[in-house]
């Protein structure tokens, strides 16, 4: 029997008074604590008899320690830390400025190089990082201004007063499998704050209360996703120029999936390579995982890594959805940054600038609050308006039709992406409209059993255990760890329909999706099926797949215990 994590009930939770609460120590929310800081330090210097005090901002993040659970690709757009801290690039954890780029289009055992680079694959002055010590460097600075950043602390409930945030739970500690309190065992804060900030990035899991509760996805496209799966080498000397930057297309997808492939070099010959698998293809068996794993065997990477040697793995989702899914970013009590709002350019493959630009534009919108002692809706607008009148929408208004436009196949996206990059980011649409991703899923009696031309993107790769490799093989290289007596953190609301429905409708596309192996089919004597669902929330990656990707929505993600988790050491 599953015991979820769930709030003990009866429990007297230690009461803390703050004026900011920033959930999330990613670009956004250091970005955001940051700049805050900033702002005080300047009215303090100029206003002695009116002091503002950093005491009572706090900044939650789940990880053990800062940039823990940080992933991505990673290139910086330098363009919001110039504003943020001018002249960063001098003390700042930089892999390599970009020296070449390149595009191409991959058929099975072929390419075919762009003869120009695509504007928006354009990344001459941009920066090859290292997220993880990036965030690290940039979370050291919000630490030395005197803003506390407590780790290891989870954000589980939002705290709610009639219409209003008043403030955000963090998540009991030594909790064991059944749901007691163990000896160990300590209680979450009540952290009462007058204003929460959320950062937790794609498909926040407080992110997704708020959403919910006060209906703030109305009127707007559902969010569609992606999942960035990656891997980091070492090579070969000679085999790749730090800040070279490579893009593909094509293979080894087909024309019925999103998505493309980056690769990085770094210095001392490390490459950061990665394919991003758009959530919203139709094969319910398709695994990205494997179709990582595919990728490297294209002549043109096989080449590029032979000898080398794999050292990081890891995955993360990104939000697709563009401008027209994007939620009211301010309300009573609230703001959203980052990925946690969908501020990503799918189309450039980057949002770590805008998630920073973002954390800068709520600062200043909390600074000005602060002053007036005025939280309210009204007060907290004028960061929707800054947004709005920021060169963040001026980026993402470019691209708000990009990703609907590939709904119906890659060959029908790009017509639609070269007729929205000659009209301004319209196309034959003023707004086009879009479906959730595992909307698009089909069930298994509507495709060919053998897969088709998809055959090679299904079921779980094996791996050869050099080029390529197996789900646990590369998990391991992760870095995951959590507690193990604790209960599982992916909520199944009825287990039945996996065990019953879902074999027999999708085949259990968890099983695929998932690229940790966390849900599993056992053998199981007393149900119909014979399939019993079972979890591995121990090697949970936090990339929140399940929680955007099952066909029946009933998986939901919630944090496990503070400190758990992947280790992105580097990556």
Known sequence: MLIFRQPLPGIERPQMEADVVIVGGGPAGMACALRLSQLIDAHNASHSDAQLSKENIYVL???REIGQHCLS???????SMRELLPGFEKEAPIEAEVSREAVYFLTRGSQFKLPVTPPPLRDHGNYVISLNRFVKWLGGKVEETGITVFTGFAGSELLVEGERVIGVRTDDKGVDKQNQPKSNFEPGYDLKSKVVVLAEGTRGSLTKQLIGRFQLDRDRNPQTYGQGVKELWEVPAGRIVPGQVIYTMGWPLTSKEYGGAW????????????FVTGLDYPDPRLDPQRVLQEFKRHPLIRKLLEGGKMIRYGAKSLPYGGWWAVPPVSGNGWMILGDSAGFLNSQRLKGIHLAIKSGMLAAE???DCLLKNDFSAP??????????NSWIKTELWK?????????????????????????GGRGLHARYAASSGHARMKKLAQLPPDGGDEAHLLD??????????????????????HEEDQPAHLVIHDTQICNVRCVQEYGNPCQHFCPANV???????????????????SNCVHCKTCDIMDPYQIITWVPPEGGGGPNYDGM
């Open 399 to 423: 691209v708000r039709n990009f990703h609907q436009g590939f709904e119906h196949g890659f060959w029908h996206g790009m017509v639609h992406a070269g007729l929205q990059q000659f009209t």
């Open 519 to 537: 849900y599993e089919m056992v053998e199981a004597a007393d149900v119909s099926s014979g399939k019993r669902i079972s979890l591995n929330p």
């Open 365 to 367: 919108t909390a600074f």
């Open 263 to 274: 690769v990085y070099g770094g210095k001392d010959n490390i490459v950061s390579l990665g």
């Open 460 to 481: 779980n790769a094996k791996g050869d255990g050099k080029l390529t490799f197996d789900k646990l093989t590369d998990l391991y290289h992760s870095g995951t760890k």
């Open 73 to 79: 690709g990673a290139l910086l757009d330098p363009r």
């Open 61 to 63: 993040e789940k990880a």
């Open 379 to 388: 007060a907290l607008s004028s960061y929707q308006q800054r947004v709005e």
